[in-house]
């Protein structure tokens, strides 16, 4: 980089967005609002009607992973030598590799014991032509707890966030950064409901993060918003709101691919065991945590009443392109 | 915003190279560490799930803990009452954890002032102090004695310690490095042992209890009348090992010897049959009590008991007076091997029940670690390639300060010494991907304040002053997600907490430091007339 800077414009930069983009987001409430409103609606039904598929850290049972020794592992052979033990309803499937078999037993009735004698029975059942890379019991009580703890701490964190945001800004946008908060919470539950994907106490984790990070792109939004409304005092709100959205609308492209890159590296090359986590994260930071900040976030601010009190006086000339252009 | 005085950046730039030096332990090989100052040494642990071992979470069992309370109470009326001659009809019972005793109308005064005594005080807070027993007079000469819920409390942190100690002397005997036991909670017992071939090895030595009691076999009736009709009541049926068929054996309730009074047993092999056996020795009170009890039945059989079952029940041939013995039972060499163990280690004082496992094998907490770098390199190369291509040579920038935070998280795990689990590896990439946003965050504020007409300086220091605070209300609230995850979460999801926690750390100190610091530095360097974003 010997050249001065100012040449540096051969370079041709990337541009996902296109500087001034005047997209009217807010005209979309009347539609997104009631998609949301339906998406929502079915992704409860689907928690109730359809559930979820809990793991064994939720409901008890027996996990285990073995590899098979020699060549693919011969899944119906393993079903029979264990369906023969009484264990109940045992799952197999294979899992990553075609050498690898996940071994799900239900839990069983006589208690932590009982647990305990299962798992030496399918060892017993499935020999030395297998290695146990893997094995997990959890018993009812652990379960249980687990499930209440989960619970708590997602309610726990949504009311710490609300109180923070709360403080930071002004209830409206706590409250409306709530709304879509819940909104992306229930949307991936519905998604790991329809997928059936398991859930166990990584999807806690996945559930927290996606909170966090849908709300920061909410945060990075309703900043903006705040800053335009101490600046354009007579700004009709939807108006305010399209500007605000559209300004931060590139940084929050940009972000978004950079995380789905490395979710993506995750999920394509990570190991077997945090699959459904990073497809649960995919789904609610890519999917939903970008359209709810948008689409959600800022309009429903116009529903709370934001910006209703500002002083009649306007202080600052709005942006206008002879402004923006006059530079560049 | 621009204007970074001398000393300032020194001192930022000294921050981030300590931070990130104590990361460099990580890479040198354990061999060599081991020769560094203890200061030096602390490294990031590898979670059970990368490197691969057990992780077996234990209950005490508090009806057990409960009933051996009551019973001891029970025990202690019968004898109190019996030696200050108070006259009592029946036999004190239990009932839950009340023992009801019916005394004799006369005695009565007499006798309850014996039994509160047996009500010992419990030190409590703030010098409330509570007894150990309540004394009620039920009139009728029945006084109900109950177990107090504090001195049940009490007995079950008594009771854990104690099982600690048995279970660290246990599992240190079995040659595994670096075991980890501690209480969980008031009735819990954690135990993480790293790298482990075999957990059900593990998992029997946890799980038995080893209470050994010498006992003599009731020749009275055969077992099976015992069965049929009603045992004496002195006695009790028992059963041996279900490999052989649960022979039923009719066994005195009365213990000679216990299996305290051992002060070493080993596995040995017997000289005539070359099978496997347990050898032992009593101490000088064991020994003498053998003595006696050996002397005074010569061939009649006596049963060893292990915790409930009989492992094997000779006749005596001759008194054993010198205090030493051996157990034949059908032991292979690794079940004379782990008794002996369990012999020496002690009998746990309540029975623990296994109620989580998850036990990795190295091969896969291997396999985690190489997919987990594959991951983690393909992740930061295509950010990092994308950040170039959309602001070049601040993309450049940006790219810098991410590898400069990733090394500084690895500086701070290894600093708090803490454990790298798989969800925490997936956290340190996730970090990489979130890291980015606040460059992108800048750097879009700068090319919005240049099309505002700003000139670049102006452009640029207004860009991070508008920006730093977003960045900071923005990583506040997925702090908070990580917080409360930290602590409702166990092991591997705890480490992810962990890693995305000091990402957060890192990512803003380095937005507000590292980045500001390249940019201010090549600003006074070209004194861009255009900003190349």
């Known amino acids: 980089m010997n050249r001065p800077a100012s040449e540096s414009k051969s370079v041709r930069l990337l541009r996902i967005v296109p500087d001034d983009t005047k997209f009217d987001f807010m005209r979309f409430r009347r539609v997104s609002f009631p998609i949301s409103a339906l998406l929502s609606i079915l992704a409860i039904l689907l928690y109730f009607y359809h559930g979820l598929n809990f793991g064994i850290d939720f409901i008890g049972g027996t996990l285990i992973e073995v590899q098979s020794k020699a060549g693919p592992a011969d899944i119906a052979k393993m079903r029979n030598a264990i369906e023969g033990l009484g264990l109940g309803e045992a799952q197999l499937q294979q899992f990553g590799a075609p050498t690898d078999v996940l071994i799900r037993i239900p839990q069983q009735a006589g208690g932590d014991e009982a647990q305990q004698a299962a798992v030496t029975k399918v060892r017993g059942a499935l020999g030395d032509d297998v290695d146990y890379r893997r094995v997990e019991v959890v018993g009812g009580r652990i379960s249980t707890e687990q499930m209440a703890k989960g619970t708590v701490g997602l309610m726990t964190a949504i009311m710490c966030i609300l109180v923070y945001l709360w403080f930071r800004f002004e209830w409206q946008f706590a409250l409306g950064a709530m709304i879509a908060n819940v909104h992306d919470l229930v949307l991936t539950i519905g998604f790991m409901s329809l997928t059936q994907i398991d859930f166990d106490l990584t999807s806690i984790a996945a559930l927290l993060t996606i909170l966090g990070y849908s709300l920061n792109d909410t945060v990075v939004i309703y900043d903006r918003i705040r800053e335009m409304l101490r600046r354009y005092k007579k700004m009709p709100m939807p108006d305010l709101l399209n500007i605000s959205v559209n300004s931060t609308l590139s940084r929050s492209i940009i972000t978004h691919v950079t995380v789905t890159l490395a979710l993506l590296a995750l999920f394509l090359f990570g190991p077997q065991a945090i699959h459904s986590f990073t497809a649960t994260m995919m789904f609610g930071v890519v999917l939903v945590g970008t359209y709810t900040s948008v689409f959600i976030a800022a309009p429903v601010l116009i529903y709370l009443g934001v910006g209703t009190s500002r002083m009649a006086t306007e202080e600052e000339p709005r942006p206008g392109p002879s402004a923006a252009r006059t530079r560049a | ?533």
Request: aromatic share 6%.
């Open chain 2, 1 to 533: 915003m621009l204007y970074i005085s001398r000393s300032k950046a020194i001192a930022i730039l000294l921050t981030a190279t300590l931070v990130c030096l104590c990361a460099v332990p990580n890479f040198f090989p354990d061999s060599l560490v081991q020769k560094l100052p203890a200061w030096a040494q602390r490294h990031v642990v590898l979670g059970l799930d990368l490197q691969g071992g057990s992780h077996i979470l234990l209950q005490v069992d508090a009806n057990d803990v409960l009933r051996q309370k009551v019973e001891g109470l029970r025990d202690d009326v019968r004898r109190v009452l019996r030696d200050a001659r108070v006259g009592i009809t029946g036999q004190p019972v239990v009932r839950g954890n009340t023992v009801e005793v019916h005394i004799r109308d006369s005695d009565l005064q007499q006798g309850l002032t014996k039994l509160r005594e047996l009500a010992a005080p419990i030190g409590g807070v703030l010098g409330a102090t509570q007894r150990s027993v309540d004394i009620v007079n039920a009139g009728n000469g029945l006084v109900q004695l109950t177990v107090t819920e504090p001195a049940i409390v009490q007995r079950m942190r008594q009771v854990v310690d104690q099982s600690i100690e048995i279970i660290e002397r246990r599992v240190n005997q079995i040659g595994t490095v670096e075991p980890l036991i501690q209480r969980q909670g008031a009735d819990r017992i954690l135990v993480q042992v790293p790298g482990l071939q075999d957990p059900q090895r593990l998992k029997d030595i946890l799980g038995k209890t080893a209470r050994l009691e010498f006992r003599m076999v009731d020749s009275s009736m055969s077992p099976d009348q015992a069965l049929q009709g009603r045992p004496p009541p002195d006695s009790e049926v028992l059963y041996g090992p279900e490999k052989e068929g649960k022979m039923p054996y009719l066994i005195e309730k009365r213990v000679l010897v216990a299996g305290a009074d051992l002060t070493d047993a080993q596995p040995g092999f017997d000289q005539r049959t070359s099978e496997p056996i347990v050898q032992f020795r009593f101490n000088a009170s064991g020994a003498r009590k053998f003595a006696q009890a050996t002397q005074e039945n010569v061939g009649r059989p006596f049963a060893i008991v292990l915790d409930g079952e009989v492992i094997s029940a000779p006749v005596i041939r001759e008194p054993i007076t010198q205090g030493s013995g051996q157990i034949s039972g059908s032991f292979t060499v690794q079940s004379a091997n782990d008794l002996s163990v369990l012999l020496r280690a002690g009998a746990l004082p309540a029975k623990l029940t296994i109620i989580e496992e998850r036990t990795v094998g190295p091969g896969l907490g291997q396999d985690s670690i190489e997919k987990g770098k594959i991951a983690s390199l393909v992740g930061s190369l295509m950010v990092v390639i994308f950040m170039l291509v959309t602001y070049g040579l601040f993309g450049l920038f940006a790219n810098i300060a991410v590898t400069i935070n990733v090394a500084m998280i690895f500086g701070l795990l290894s600093l708090l010494g803490a454990t790298l689990t798989l969800p925490g590896i997936a956290g340190i990439v996730l970090t990489v991907g979130i890291a980015v946003d606040s460059n992108v965050l800048i750097y879009e504020r700068i090319r919005e304040e240049v099309r505002n007409g700003r000139t670049p300086i102006t452009a640029i220091d207004a860009g991070f002053t508008r920006a730093l605070a977003t960045i900071l209300d923005s990583n506040i609230t997925t702090f908070i997600a990580a917080a409360v995850l930290f602590f409702i979460g166990t092991g591997a999801v705890q480490g992810f907490a962990v890693t995305l926690g000091i990402g957060i750390i890192t990512t803003v100190f380095t937005a507000f430091t590292m980045t500001r610091l390249i940019v201010a530095y090549w600003v006074r360097w070209r004194r861009p007339t255009t900003v190349p974003i």
